[in-house]
């Protein structure tokens, strides 16, 4: 599980501490939700434009350590708790994003099923799902979604996030 | 008569009269000295038992002389009485219509019409051949005679007096039914064919007639198909009676669904068949009835209970081995689902730290930040191993439990002080201050209750926002007394509490209220079991709590709301457990 190339590279930016997640056992992330996000942000400090996006996961320590992770790597971040929670929110137009990452197995609504119902409200989001459960690698590919079988190195969410976003070919 | 052959006489025949009948009876008898053969009708055997000379004499022949004295006559209903005493000094055979009598002995044979009669004629010869003739008749007799013994028993069991009788008068049927039901002195057996035939017998008083029964000792085993509202009916039935009624539930019967069956001490059976099962009323519902003390009616009855008995009671084991089956399927299930997905969770933060810090930690504070996550991080992989084995215990098939008298209020205390030591800067306000309520409530469970208490109190704090009220963690709770039929009005028998027994189990109420984010209604069903369905994203908390509550005290769980109807004023987590008396 060590990286095979190092992450610091990867890093497109810098940027100020995230917002913590709150601890809620409802899964609700009304505080989190910047209302009607740009999906293009700048950086203020290199003034480069952030990549904006969604990470969905209802384990909040684990979306804590990825909101470390994904600031480093220079990308603007918009939490969730639940499928249905982010589904809602795209589908309201109060967010943009234009990549989702997403845990597969969550209380409500799976990732699948999330997915499936934001790419039926807008194609062009790219999504990534992540799941210690490799056996839903087969649901997940063909229907057109990115899959990262957990636990994965930095360096293969930073590929899967250029993959998503069309960055790398 | 004389014998009238030239030759010195071998013996003599003689025709008796009056009085000389019983007197040369009785010498007859005095005179056995090697064997008594007596064979007698029944009048006469009920005359015998009642004159004690000849009594006497026979007793005397046996016990005295020790001879073997054998006794043929018909037994019938009314002679069993004296059937039993004449057992006790001869051996004693039934023969079917046995007319007049006569004795036989080594070396006389005596005839006669009846014992004590002036009218009466007799013949007594010593005369070898006439003796050995009646000796060779009464042989013959006695080979095809039925030993007394079974013949008794025969007629006890009505075997040969049976009867059976189709009655078509509903009053008269519904008169005959109680009467019967009132009659039971060891087991009743009842089927009945349809829900509607179990509640008007219920009307008619019969149920109360057998709980009654029961109550003095009578085994009474009820076979019937329920609805739901039979099934809600026979709970409350059971929980309200101190005395114990089998019941247990069957599809239609295969016969076809009309006709009750009353079988009574293994030997009077009682068919009712119903004409219209719409009727309320008894004597309207019911067509004809078929009254039987035959015993192979009676018996072809009792079969088909006793097949339905126990092919319900197989089913009910093979449903209990299932359960056994899933259950240990899901435990394994469940440690699966810990492995490939809690686990590999934390291992998903822990790379990520760790790669963080080696390549991309900024300053000593990032380091320090992450090896605190990380700290945490081992700290709640740690937790869930220690979770999962406990539940494994509990759940563990064959599993030992051994239930003992608990106190709730000192497991509540010792709870506090595990959770708020656990959780350094927030206090748990408890209200009332006091757990007074809970106060010498004493329950049936186990040292693992406090296992319940830490892991709902756990939850409240960890969903009460720490940064109000100085972290403070305001808790309500409760402690009041309940009982079975009190949980069966709340529905709560869904989570799988079966009534135990058919007295009403007294419970003691625990609530315990939380101000924290609460639980939306469509997650309420599902916060318990993640053991019973391996939920997604669910803890393991709430699943042991459910383990111990229902599975291993044989007590209830249910989560509300703290404020009716609004969720997110907080949780109510209520819990039910068996009194100790």
């Known amino acids: 599980m060590t990286p095979a190339v190092s992450v610091r590279n990867l890093a497109g930016s810098k940027s100020g501490p995230q917002r913590a997640a709150s601890p809620d056992r409802t899964g609700r992330t009304e505080a989190h939700i910047i209302e009607g996000q740009s999906p293009l942000k700048r950086d203020r400090d290199s003034g480069a434009i952030k990549r904006s996006l969604a990470l969905v996961d209802d384990d909040r320590d684990l979306v804590a350590t990825y909101l470390m992770v994904l600031d480093l790597l220079g990308y603007e971040v918009i939490p969730a708790f639940d499928g249905d929670e982010i589904v809602e929110e795209v589908r309201s137009g109060k967010i943009h994003p234009e990549v989702i990452i997403m845990d597969y197995r969550m209380p409500k609504m799976d990732g699948l099923a999330a997915a499936r119902a934001i790419r039926a409200h807008n194609p062009k989001i790219n999504i990534i799902i992540a799941s210690a459960d490799d056996s839903i690698e087969g649901s997940v590919q063909p229907a057109g979604f990115i899959f990262l079988q957990k636990p994965f190195t930095i360096a293969k969410l930073s590929e899967a996030i250029k993959k998503a976003l069309n960055l790398d070919g | ?581």
């Open chain 2, 1 to 581: 008569m004389r014998g009238e052959n030239q030759n010195p006489p071998l013996g003599t025949t003689t025709v008796l009269r009056g009085k000389h009948t019983s007197t040369t009876r009785m010498q007859t008898l005095a005179r056995a000295l090697q064997r008594l053969d007596i064979c007698e009708q029944a009048t006469g055997t009920l005359e015998l038992v009642t004159l004690d000379s000849v009594k006497n004499m026979i007793a005397d022949a046996a016990k005295g002389r020790s001879i073997r004295v054998r006794f043929i006559t018909e037994i019938n209903a009314e002679d069993i009485l004296a059937c039993e005493e004449l057992m006790n000094i001869a051996e004693v055979r039934h023969l079917d219509g046995v007319k007049g009598g006569f004795v036989v002995t080594e070396g006389e044979y005596f005839a006669s019409t009846m014992f004590e009669d002036s009218s009466a004629q007799a013949i007594h010869s010593d005369v070898k051949p006439i003796v050995e003739h009646q000796q060779y008749l009464f042989e013959t007799l006695w080979g095809i005679a039925v030993p007394a013994k079974e013949r008794l028993q025969e007629l006890r069991e009505g075997t040969l007096h049976s009867r059976i009788e189709v009655i078509h008068n509903p009053t008269e049927i519904q008169r005959m039914f109680l009467e019967l039901v009132g009659s039971a002195r060891t087991e009743v057996l009842f089927l009945f064919p349809t829900p509607n035939a179990f509640r008007r017998e219920e009307t008619l008083g019969v149920i109360d007639t057998l709980e009654a029964k029961a109550a003095s000792g009578v085994r009474i085993r009820v076979l019937l198909p329920a609805d739901e509202r039979l099934e809600r009916r026979i709970r409350e039935r059971r929980s309200g009676s101190m005395t114990h009624i089998d019941y247990r539930t069957i599809q239609r019967p295969m016969v076809h669904g009309t006709v009750t069956i009353l079988i009574v001490d293994g030997q009077i059976s009682f068919v009712l068949e119903q004409k219209n099962d719409a009727q309320e009323i008894f004597v309207q519902a019911i067509g004809l009835a078929t009254y039987s003390s035959s015993k192979s009616n009676v018996l072809s009855n009792v079969l088909f209970f006793e097949t339905l008995w126990h092919e319900r009671e197989l089913r009910e084991k093979e449903a209990a081995a299932r359960i056994e089956v899933e259950k240990t399927h899901r435990r394994s299930q469940l440690l699966q689902d810990i492995l490939t997905h809690d686990m590999r969770n934390y291992l998903q933060s822990l790379l990520f730290d760790v790669e963080g810090i080696r390549d991309l930690a900024r300053d000593e504070n990032f380091v320090r930040k992450r090896a605190v996550a990380m700290l945490k991080t081992l700290e709640r992989s740690n937790t869930l191993i220690e979770r999962a084995r406990k539940l494994d215990k509990i759940v563990a098939p064959g599993h030992f439990v051994n239930l003992l008298q608990t106190d709730v209020g000192e497991s509540l205390d010792r709870s506090l002080s595990l959770v708020e030591s656990a959780n350094p800067g927030r206090k748990i306000v408890i209200s009332p201050p006091t757990i007074a309520s809970a106060s010498g409530a004493l329950a049936m469970a186990d040292e693992l209750l406090d296992e319940v208490f830490v892991n709902v109190l756990a939850n409240a704090v960890k969903y009460t926002d720490a940064s109000t009220e100085d972290g403070k963690v305001p808790i309500e709770v409760a402690v009041k007394s309940s009982d079975e039929r009190r949980l069966a009005e709340e529905g709560l028998v869904q989570f799988g509490m079966p009534y135990q027994g058919s007295e009403r189990t007294k419970y003691w109420q625990i609530s315990i209220a939380d101000h924290g984010t609460g639980i939306p209604d469509e997650m309420k069903g599902t916060v318990f079991r993640r053991y019973l369905e391996t939920a997604k994203g669910i803890g393991l908390g709430l699943s042991i709590v459910h383990a111990l509550v229902v599975d291993r005290y044989g007590g209830a769980l249910r989560i509300t709301d703290r404020v009716k109807g609004d969720y997110k004023q907080g949780a109510k987590v209520e819990i039910w457990l068996k009194r100790s008396s």
